[in-house]
């Protein structure tokens, strides 16, 4: 993992008074070192910024960009990732 692999994504705030083992196993999975949070009341989520080895390292002066991030569970007692970069 390098410090420019840097990306932003959304959790709503439901889904983190929810279930917040959920969340953090999806964190452990993403292998995630929150770096900032935003609160984003008109959307009810939060936006985190982070490092993680699943976000492309970004060249120098380049923009941050957002992730989307969807969870499979391929069997019951196991999740699965998978990280796509929002076109801008």
């Not at 705030?13 to 292998?31: Q, S």
């Not at 936006?47 to 019951?76: M, N, Q």
Request: hydrophobic fraction near 40%.
């Amino acid at each position: 993992m390098h410090v420019r692999q840097l990306g932003t994504f959304r959790v709503t705030a439901r889904l983190i008074r929810e279930d917040p083992d959920y969340v953090a196993k999806i964190f452990a999975l993403l292998k995630l070192v929150p770096v900032r949070l935003k609160v984003a009341f008109a959307n009810t989520c939060i936006a985190y910024t982070g490092i993680s080895d699943k976000f492309r390292k970004l060249k120098h002066g380049e923009r941050i960009p957002e992730y989307e991030i969807k969870v499979t569970r391929p069997s019951a007692d196991e999740l699965s990732v998978v990280v796509t970069e929002e076109p801008t």
